[in-house]
């Protein structure tokens, strides 16, 4: 069954201090995709990242950087040195490419990012 | 500008009634979707629809209702038939129903029953 999982609820920093923001997956699937979305207090996702099964190449953009790891099922996402308007929740999906009617959510982990 | 509107932002219903969320899009995208969001969960798929005149029952389906006559609209009714209709309810898009493209949201519906 496919299945993401953010086990961390919400996590709180200082600004400039780096943070990692954990998702490990469950698929049956050899092809699938893997996406980062933020939601700020506005409500609106936002789209991040795309990260298909066959690219496992770190991503960096900015203060934001991404590490797939097919091995250990995981997507963690870490921003460095965070700031206060990096405070959302943000969810990891996953798409497999059998079933294009549904993106699988995590449960999000909620950032607070303190002055 | 080219997005994804919601309307109204906040909603209120008395228990029994039925009303109407309002999503739109000028992306030209073929593919949306209807989402519910409970506190402390993830994302739930309630309708989808990939092409016009088509609609597909996600997860969660029971109490609500979808209608696709134009690309553009995907208005969702909750019914009162949906036991526990109080969620933040959010309309997505995406240029086709393809597993690698990226959803497009919009701003969300708040909706409470009194």
């Known amino acids: 069954a496919q299945k993401v999982t953010q086990a961390q609820t919400e996590i709180s920093v200082v600004e400039k201090e780096d943070v990692t923001l954990d998702c490990v997956y469950e698929?049956?699937?050899?092809?699938?995709?893997l996406f980062w979305y933020k939601q700020p207090p506005s409500g609106e996702l936002v789209f991040l990242i795309r990260?298909?099964?066959?690219?496992?190449q770190n991503e960096i953009s900015g203060r934001y950087s991404w590490n797939f790891q097919k091995s250990t099922s995981s997507f963690n996402f870490t921003i460095t040195a965070s700031q206060v308007v990096d405070s959302a929740v943000y969810f990891c999906a996953l798409s497999e490419r059998v079933r294009t009617d549904k993106l699988i959510f995590g449960t999000g982990t909620r950032l607070q990012v303190f002055p | 500008d080219g997005g994804i509107t919601q309307s109204p932002k906040y909603l209120f219903r008395k228990e029994g009634q039925n009303v109407t969320l309002s999503c739109e899009q000028n992306l030209n995208h073929d593919a949306m979707y209807w989402y519910r969001q409970d506190p402390g969960q993830g994302l739930r798929l309630i309708y989808y629809?990939?092409?016009?005149?088509?609609?597909q029952k996600g997860d969660i389906a029971e109490g609500y209702s979808v209608s696709r006559e134009k690309k553009e609209s995907f208005p969702l009714t909750v019914t009162s038939a949906q036991k526990n209709p109080t969620a933040f309810y959010l309309c997505?898009?995406?240029?086709?129903?393809?597993?690698?493209?990226?959803?497009?949201f919009g701003p969300g519906t708040r909706l409470t029953v009194l």
């Open positions: 997505a898009s995406s240029i086709n129903a393809n597993s690698y493209n990226e959803q497009f």
């Open positions: 698929t049956r699937d050899t092809t699938y995709y």
């Open positions: 990260r298909n099964s066959f690219d496992e």
């Open positions: 629809s990939q092409i016009v005149n088509d609609f």
